[in-house]
């Protein structure tokens, strides 16, 4: 059995075989961590906004994929003792030597009425064993899979939840800026009521407003949308979704996180190895792929029928009874058992080329997650640091010196949409950080949602 398959196994059913615990103890005495199915101890900005691990716990428990993937564990379980049960055994009932044409029961002493017969099949030991073991192996499979579902609808859980806690904060940014549209409105009016300004500045201060008036119902729409899909997520309506706003009155983000720190990349690419809910299917897959060449690889051995058979006669004849032991011979093994076994090698060897791909392709992914994290949490401290201060001092001076008519008014409506497009990115920066947050989270397995 290759060691990954063994490691595979190993994570799910600790000291099923005297194999396992054998490579178990030699894991711990080279100091390999052995992961469960544990939760992992999260803690970060992006897991502590408010309502997100309620809206998850209510997707959990309301998608029909994830009871779909429970439905499916369960059967599973139930076809375990069905794999290893013995073939039904068979009755069989009728007359034996009856004489023909006269049909006189009495004339033969060989005439056996009735007679009944019970045969079992027995296989090879081993057989039941064997396929019990994959059916034990599917169970598996549909355990890692649950555990997938789950950890891809905390994933969709998280992306819904900032969509809308982003279209809610775009929301109320254009609110505020519409507050800027109307004061540059009032300012530009009562300049050209003085005659300090043109026209074409209350004019285009109106058109601007109007601009964002009409903006704002796209915004509305997404809000809306948002709240659909999420809706959709669990299930259906439900109570309202607590998403508050991603940035504060004062234009502040709500969720620091600057302050997280994530493991070194050597440490979440162990977490991802051991406890990745994809590969861990790809190891249970593995695991029942050998599984199921080792059926097929002993199909060949000969097999067992036991028979027992009572025959009654007439007219006062003792009865017969007669036992017999057949062995089936494989005598067409090279058509048949041999490319089954054969074939199923070959799906093992494929099993094992599968989790490989899979091994590589999550490496990368967490490579291309972690350095997407780090550039967003740089690009949320520049926003907040510089580019939105800047553009709020730009925006009150323009405004300042266009009372005064230093300035023209296209300065005022060029630095007051500056500042709204940087607030809109600072929330859309902060819920690409917790979408992206909860993408890692997804890949190496923490269960902040438990």
Not at 158 to 172: D, G
Request: proline share 5%; aromatic share 6%.
């Amino acid at each position: 059995m290759r060691f990954h398959h063994v490691v595979g196994a190993a994570f799910r059913r600790a000291g099923e075989t005297f194999e396992m615990r054998q490579l178990m103890w030699c894991m711990a005495a080279a100091g390999v961590a052995l992961p469960g199915r544990v939760r992992a101890q999260v803690a970060g900005p992006a897991f502590e906004a408010p309502g997100l691990v309620p809206f998850a716990h209510e997707v959990l428990a309301r998608n029909a994929s994830r009871q779909a993937a429970a439905s499916r564990l369960a059967a599973s379980a139930e076809a375990i003792a069905p794999a290893g049960a013995l073939p039904d055994p068979m009755l069989m009932i009728g007359a034996m030597s009856v004489p023909i044409p006269s049909f006189d029961l009495r004339a033969e002493a060989m005439t056996q009425l009735p007679t009944v017969e019970l045969q079992q099949h027995l296989p090879f030991p081993g057989k039941q064993g064997a396929r019990a073991a994959v059916a034990r192996a599917d169970r598996e499979v549909e355990v890692e899979m649950l555990g997938a579902t789950d950890a891809t609808l905390a994933a969709a859980a998280a992306r819904s939840y900032y969509a809308l806690a982003y279209a809610r904060t775009a929301l109320q940014v254009w609110r505020a800026r519409v507050t800027l549209a109307d004061h540059a409105v009032q300012v530009s009016e009562a300049r050209y009521a003085t005659g300090a300004a043109p026209q074409t500045d209350a004019l285009r201060a109106r058109l601007r407003r109007a601009e964002l008036m009409q903006q704002g119902r796209g915004i509305e729409a997404d809000v809306a949308a948002a709240a659909a899909r999420a809706d959709a997520l669990r299930g259906g309506p439900g109570e309202a979704i607590v998403a508050p706003s991603l940035l504060t009155a004062a234009g502040a983000p709500t969720l620091e996180i600057a302050r997280e720190e994530l493991p070194p990349d050597s440490v979440l690419r162990g977490q991802l190895e051991a406890r990745g809910p994809a590969l861990r299917i790809a190891r249970a897959e593995t695991e029942r792929a050998d599984r199921r060449a080792r059926v097929f690889g002993i199909d060949a051995r000969p097999d067992f029928v036991l028979s027992l058979q009572y025959g009654a006669r007439l007219a006062g004849r003792e009865p017969f009874l007669t036992g017999m032991l057949g062995v089936s011979v494989p005598l067409w093994a090279w058509r048949k058992q041999g490319p089954a076994a054969a074939a199923a090698r070959l799906e093992a060897r494929a099993a094992d080329q599968s989790y490989e791909d899979a091994l590589a392709q999550e490496r990368g992914e967490l490579a291309a997650v972690l350095a997407e994290l780090v550039a967003l949490r740089a690009r949320v401290s520049l926003t907040r640091e510089e580019i939105l201060p800047l553009a709020r001092a730009a925006s009150a001076s323009a405004l300042q010196r266009y009372q005064v008519g230093a300035v023209e008014f296209s300065a005022v409506l060029d630095t007051q949409d500056d500042l709204f497009r940087a607030q809109l990115e600072l929330t859309r920066l902060i819920a690409d950080y917790g979408t992206t947050r909860a993408q890692l989270a997804e890949l190496v397995g923490e269960e902040w949602y438990r």
